[in-house]
């Protein structure tokens, strides 16, 4: 039932016309969604969350447009496609991990917060150094992610131009990067969220269209698939059993341990996904919107299984991994065969729609990262941490100084018609600034990183937020003693060793595929670092709260439970 003809490359002449004029409606659509919702507002509440006036359906569908990244349209289904039961492994971290995300997070994160998460800890820890240190790693999280996705970006339209030169990638990574600076600083999160609506349902549309396609090739014989994938794998029944690319010794399984472990846990400490929960008005709200998420989620990764097998069924996986090492174009050359194959106009349609959709992902995702990464800079960093106190925190060590010598009965008013208004100007100025600057630095990092699979990417940024921010929000809001010297050293704790171990990993050097390939200077053995970095947030986070100087305060720590549980007080 596999194809007889000849492996796939990307489309030429005037099919080829027809792939690029569609990645141009790609563009060109977004940047109208982009300038109309820009227009619709400028107060920080509108570029940071939207206005809060999205529906849960609206929200749910923006939360799965965030989630479902390059990581999972090219990234997990390249996996499959390579290393068959091992990569649907992969998968099942990215679905389960929304569950910590509803029981824990959603409706606690949308009462006790307003921007981002430090705006959380801030409630309860007011401390400007709690609040850099938060911000900081949120931008170093953010980063992480954002190279995935534009790696993603250059593999597809490297393929698409029926190139693999370094100099087609590289260009297209520049021009992502432009975009998505454009996207942020023109549309903030609303122009954001419609965006990630809009790709969110031609993503899961295009995965239906490609999947009955494929249910209609093998005539619904899923055993079938399942056997031509193993016969074309190149290894034979160990595709369809573990320890294909994780099992080859006692390291690989650790290091798939360790990655599983930053796939769950990682999620609920994603910026981008936090600050999602402050784009809908109420806490029911947003833990509908993660119900509708886990739907949505849930049935994309399915068919994901579905397209990996298919890709290695109909296409090979040597084949898969000539055009792209790490897999990442086993989908659109899946649509490029069932469409009819090479040559064909079909064939050449599917192909050019699905990467089109493909493209609309990375766009999309981008977006939301860059705006979670410039939030993070600006609200927490520059007027949280560095200009004095953040708004709302009464009391703050930190804020103490001209702005409590003045009598109440002056700030009132002024403070929240008058300077208030200005100050959140300069702070959104800020963050369209640090925008432009964080996507320059995702630039130059993801032009070193070219050669590595996307999703494995994602489980790095995943390792770091489960390192770094989970624990200080855990703690925060579940452990009554906890200090702010606590969340500091959590921060840290998590976030310093993840990168050092990182660095010092094969992942930076000493292979192939590795950032330095002529290098070798690693002594961490795995790839992931989530297995060592994890618990020692955690551990560090308990051992800053027993030595802090200073004791929890008991009614901060009311004010925070009361708020988070029952909405009491929440913007």
Same mark, same amino acid.
């Given at each position: 039932?596999?194809?007889?003809?000849?492996?796939?490359?990307?489309?030429?002449?005037?099919?080829?016309?027809?792939?690029?004029?569609?990645?141009?409606?790609?563009?060109?659509?977004?940047?109208?969604?982009?300038?109309?919702?820009?227009?619709?507002?400028?107060?920080?509440?509108?570029?940071?969350?939207?206005?809060?006036?999205?529906?849960?359906?609206?929200?749910?569908?923006?939360?799965?447009?965030?989630?479902?990244?390059?990581?999972?349209?090219?990234?997990?289904?390249?996996?499959?496609?390579?290393?068959?039961?091992?990569?649907?492994?992969?998968?099942?971290?990215?679905?389960?991990?929304?569950?910590?995300?509803?029981?824990?997070?959603?409706?606690?994160?949308?009462?006790?917060?307003?921007?981002?998460?430090?705006?959380?800890?801030?409630?309860?820890?007011?401390?400007?150094?709690?609040?850099?240190?938060?911000?900081?790693?949120?931008?170093?999280?953010?980063?992480?992610?954002?190279?995935?996705?534009?790696?993603?970006?250059?593999?597809?339209?490297?393929?698409?131009?029926?190139?693999?030169?370094?100099?087609?990638?590289?260009?297209?990574?520049?021009?992502?990067?432009?975009?998505?600076?454009?996207?942020?600083?023109?549309?903030?999160?609303?122009?954001?969220?419609?965006?990630?609506?809009?790709?969110?349902?031609?993503?899961?549309?295009?995965?239906?269209?490609?999947?009955?396609?494929?249910?209609?090739?093998?005539?619904?014989?899923?055993?079938?698939?399942?056997?031509?994938?193993?016969?074309?794998?190149?290894?034979?029944?160990?595709?369809?059993?573990?320890?294909?690319?994780?099992?080859?010794?006692?390291?690989?399984?650790?290091?798939?341990?360790?990655?599983?472990?930053?796939?769950?846990?990682?999620?609920?400490?994603?910026?981008?996904?936090?600050?999602?929960?402050?784009?809908?008005?109420?806490?029911?709200?947003?833990?509908?919107?993660?119900?509708?998420?886990?739907?949505?989620?849930?049935?994309?990764?399915?068919?994901?299984?579905?397209?990996?097998?298919?890709?290695?069924?109909?296409?090979?996986?040597?084949?898969?991994?000539?055009?792209?090492?790490?897999?990442?174009?086993?989908?659109?050359?899946?649509?490029?065969?069932?469409?009819?194959?090479?040559?064909?106009?079909?064939?050449?349609?599917?192909?050019?729609?699905?990467?089109?959709?493909?493209?609309?992902?990375?766009?999309?995702?981008?977006?939301?990262?860059?705006?979670?990464?410039?939030?993070?800079?600006?609200?927490?960093?520059?007027?949280?941490?560095?200009?004095?106190?953040?708004?709302?925190?009464?009391?703050?060590?930190?804020?103490?100084?001209?702005?409590?010598?003045?009598?109440?009965?002056?700030?009132?008013?002024?403070?929240?018609?008058?300077?208030?208004?200005?100050?959140?100007?300069?702070?959104?100025?800020?963050?369209?600034?640090?925008?432009?600057?964080?996507?320059?630095?995702?630039?130059?990092?993801?032009?070193? %990183?070219?050669?590595?699979?996307? *999703?494995?990417?994602? /489980? =790095?940024?995943? +390792? !770091?937020?489960?390192? &770094?921010?989970? $624990? @200080?929000?855990?703690?925060?809001?579940?452990?009554?003693?906890?200090? %702010?010297?606590?969340?500091?050293? *959590?921060?840290?704790? /998590? =976030?310093?060793? +993840? !990168?050092?171990?990182? &660095?010092?990993? $094969? @992942?930076?050097?000493?292979?192939?595929?590795?950032?330095?390939?002529?290098?070798?200077?690693?002594?961490?053995?795995?790839?992931?670092?989530?297995?060592?970095?994890?618990?020692?947030?955690?551990?560090?986070?308990?051992?800053?709260?027993?030595?802090?100087?200073?004791?929890?305060?008991?009614?901060?720590?009311?004010?925070?439970?009361?708020?988070?549980?029952?909405?009491?007080?929440?913007?």
């Amino acid at each position: 039932m596999r194809t007889s003809t000849p492996p796939p490359v990307a489309p030429a002449g005037d099919h080829h016309a027809l792939a690029v004029v569609l990645f141009a409606v790609v563009v060109l659509v977004t940047l109208g969604i982009t300038f109309w919702a820009g227009r619709r507002g400028s107060a920080a509440e509108d570029f940071y969350a939207g206005g809060r006036d999205f529906t849960p359906l609206q929200n749910g569908f923006a939360l799965s447009g965030d989630y479902l990244s390059a990581a999972s349209f090219l990234g997990v289904a390249g996996l499959i496609a390579l290393y068959g039961y091992d990569g649907v492994l992969y998968s099942i971290g990215f679905l389960v991990a929304w569950l910590v995300v509803l029981m824990l997070v959603a409706e606690l994160v949308r009462n006790a917060g307003r921007y981002t998460l430090a705006d959380v800890l801030a409630l309860r820890l007011r401390r400007r150094k709690v609040r850099a240190a938060a911000g900081g790693a949120s931008v170093v999280v953010t980063l992480f992610y954002l190279v995935a996705q534009m790696v993603g970006a250059g593999s597809l339209v490297a393929l698409l131009l029926g190139t693999n030169s370094a100099q087609a990638r590289t260009w297209t990574i520049v021009a992502v990067g432009g975009l998505m600076i454009v996207y942020v600083t023109i549309g903030g999160m609303r122009a954001t969220t419609w965006i990630q609506i809009v790709k969110a349902f031609m993503l899961v549309a295009g995965s239906v269209v490609l999947t009955v396609l494929l249910v209609v090739r093998f005539h619904g014989d899923v055993a079938e698939l399942m056997r031509q994938a193993a016969q074309h794998s190149g290894a034979g029944q160990r595709y369809l059993e573990p320890g294909l690319k994780y099992g080859k010794s006692f390291t690989s399984r650790l290091d798939f341990f360790s990655l599983g472990l930053a796939l769950v846990l990682g999620t609920a400490g994603l910026p981008h996904i936090l600050s999602r929960f402050y784009t809908v008005p109420t806490a029911r709200a947003a833990r509908r919107s993660t119900m509708w998420a886990i739907g949505l989620v849930g049935g994309f990764y399915l068919m994901a299984i579905a397209l990996g097998l298919g890709a290695t069924a109909l296409i090979g996986s040597a084949e898969v991994r000539q055009a792209n090492s790490a897999g990442n174009t086993a989908v659109p050359l899946l649509a490029l065969v069932l469409g009819g194959g090479n040559g064909s106009t079909g064939g050449v349609v599917l192909f050019a729609l699905i990467s089109a959709i493909a493209f609309a992902t990375i766009l999309a995702v981008v977006a939301g990262l860059t705006l979670a990464s410039s939030a993070a800079f600006a609200h927490d960093i520059w007027a949280g941490a560095w200009r004095g106190r953040p708004r709302g925190s009464r009391g703050s060590r930190g804020g103490r100084g001209r702005s409590a010598a003045v009598p109440a009965s002056r700030r009132s008013r002024r403070g929240a018609d008058g300077a208030s208004a200005v100050a959140e100007h300069k702070e959104v100025l800020v963050a369209r600034i640090a925008a432009v600057g964080i996507g320059a630095v995702a630039i130059v990092l993801s032009l070193f %990183a070219q050669q590595l699979n996307v *999703a494995f990417l994602v /489980g =790095l940024a995943f +390792a !770091v937020a489960a390192s &770094a921010n989970l $624990p @200080v929000l855990l703690y925060s809001l579940f452990w009554r003693r906890f200090t %702010a010297r606590g969340a500091v050293w *959590a921060v840290y704790g /998590g =976030l310093v060793p +993840a !990168v050092v171990l990182v &660095a010092f990993s $094969p @992942v930076v050097s000493g292979t192939k595929v590795a950032l330095f390939p002529g290098m070798d200077f690693h002594w961490f053995p795995l790839e992931n670092p989530g297995i060592v970095s994890i618990p020692l947030g955690f551990l560090a986070g308990w051992i800053g709260t027993l030595t802090s100087p200073e004791p929890a305060d008991p009614d901060r720590y009311a004010e925070l439970e009361v708020r988070s549980l029952t909405g009491a007080g929440a913007v």
